[in-house]
Structures are given as C-alpha cells and as structure tokens.
C-alpha cells in the first residue's frame, strides 16, 4: 500500500488520538497533533547494495513512502545499528529533506551515525533507564538483549527498546528483543497501552547464518499478557523470506495463550488510529 506525505500531514486526528502509519520490518511513524516520530524507518534497499548474499536479504515488498518525502518528522527513534533499523541511506534523506529533525540513537551509535554525513548536533545519545522529552513525545529507553546484552567499552547498551508516552497513549517498541529477567517488571509501571514486539524467533540455523533472534510468537504473547498490554502488534516477520512469520502462527498463539488479547496486524503503508 502506498502512501504520500500529503495522506499523513493531513490525516485529522481526534484531539486524544494518535495515527500510527507502518513502514515495514519494524519501521512505524507516529502522528500526535502536529507532531511526527518515526521508529526503525527502512526505506530502501541497503541491504542489498552491500551484503554478498543478495538474494537472502532481497525485499519482500518496496517501501511504502519515499524518505525524502517525510521533511515533517520532528523525532527518529533507532533502536540498534543493523541496516534494517539505522538504515544510512534513509537517515541521510531525512536529515537532508529536514534540518530540525532530531536522531536519537544508542549512544554506541552515535560516532556510526554521525558518519553517514548527519552533523553531531542533530544526533541525541540514548542510555537506558534515562527518560528523554522531544517535542511533545515523552522518550524512556530500556536494554534491549538481542539475543544477549551487548555493551561498549563504557558500558553502555548497543541495543535499546522504547517505551513513548504522546497525547496519553503509551507504546513500547521494543527493537530486536529476546526474553530476559528484569524486562516485565520494568515495563509493568509503564502500563503500555499498545505493545509493538518482534515474532521471528530464533534458531540454531540462523544463528548458524548470523541471523540474529527474536521474540517468538508465543513469548510475545505472553509478554503482553503478563505486562496488561491493551494491544499487541507483531512486527520484524515480513520482509525477508529468510525471516518471515506467517501471521497466522501469530493468532495461533494469541487463541492459545492469551485469547482475548486485543492485536493488530498491520499491511505495510496501513494507518491504523490509536
């Protein structure tokens, strides 16, 4: 599904609700007000430019929107330097098509990112459990272990999930993350409203192949359930084949373990009204 600038910057909101466009992998662009913040935005192919194994990483499907055409973003979230979700090329049309959009990266990132030619200004270092506010949009990042925790020489986490607090809706999207001790217990004071979680899973043949895991079906599942997430929205199963998810596995697992969780399933360039 495509979607132009012109669908979101006038899309009319209610004053309590918040539009949440999805820009596929785990890519979603929040509208709270007048107010734009993107999350993981991948929208090119990268990827495939530069890995040797073309064909595993092809997409499955183009970009819903052009980057270059979202010069209204205020706030980018990033949740990790894998070119899916700090992608160089999509980062740079943004920084371009906008000079007052901000980046907020891991703070392992920042040298990264501040190398693909966005100045150092721009670019705002996340460290866990240290809230930030950016117009409007209240910011807390949490560790995020994909597949296990991995920390700079400082000491700070390369990974991050984050909990959103906009216009009285709280999300949490939570990157690539796997299970860990400590997560609910950080998420449960939260309340989040709508829990946005990877489903691809993990597995001894591809980690073989550097495919780093994820939630499964089930431990997303139960994750919502266990933190009261009002909705839960898989997300990371559907660009790669050699990644991909039926969703039905997904529903599945909601009949099974949580069968009255509210879901949505989002089609790539959906807006879906929280």
């Known amino acids: 599904m495509k979607i132009t600038a012109k669908d979101i910057v006038n899309c009319t909101l209610h004053k309590s609700q918040v539009g949440v466009w999805y820009l596929g992998q785990e890519g979603f662009l929040f509208k709270n007000k007048n107010t734009y913040l993107a999350i993981d935005p991948y929208l090119s192919d990268y990827v495939d430019k530069n890995c040797s194994e073309l064909v595993k990483w092809k997409r499955l499907y183009a970009p819903p929107i052009q980057a270059e055409e979202l010069s209204f973003l205020n706030v980018v979230l990033c949740t990790h330097l894998h070119y899916d979700h700090t992608d ?3 980062l740079l049309k943004l920084a371009n098509s906008n000079p007052y959009t901000r980046f907020v990266v891991p703070a392992p990132a920042v040298k990264t990112v501040a190398g693909y030619g966005i100045g150092k200004e721009r670019i705002i270092s996340a460290f866990a459990n240290q809230p930030l506010i950016l117009d409007g949009f209240e910011i807390f990042p949490l560790p995020s272990a994909h597949e296990t925790f991995h920390m700079d020489e400082n000491g700070n986490y390369c990974e991050l999930g984050y909990v959103v607090k906009m216009n009285g809706k709280t999300i949490f999207h ?22 946005f979680l990877p489903i691809n899973g ?5 980690n073989r192949d550097d495919i780093i895991g994820n939630f499964t079906c089930e431990e997303a599942v139960l994750l919502a359930k266990e933190i009261g997430a009002k909705r839960l929205v898989p997300m990371h199963h559907d660009l790669y084949a050699v990644n991909k998810v039926r ?3 997904f529903v599945d697992a909601i009949e099974e373990l949580d069968t009255y969780r509210r879901y949505h399933i989002f089609a790539p360039g959906e807006l ?3």
């Open 247 to 249: 969703t039905a596995h």
């Open 272 to 274: 879906y009204i929280m």
């Open 202 to 206: 993990r597995d001894y043949f591809r």
């Open 88 to 90: 160089p090329e999509t």
């Open 174 to 195: 939570a990157g690539d993350m796997c299970m860990y001790d400590g997560l609910i217990e950080a998420l449960k004071p939260f309340a989040v409203d709508s829990a």
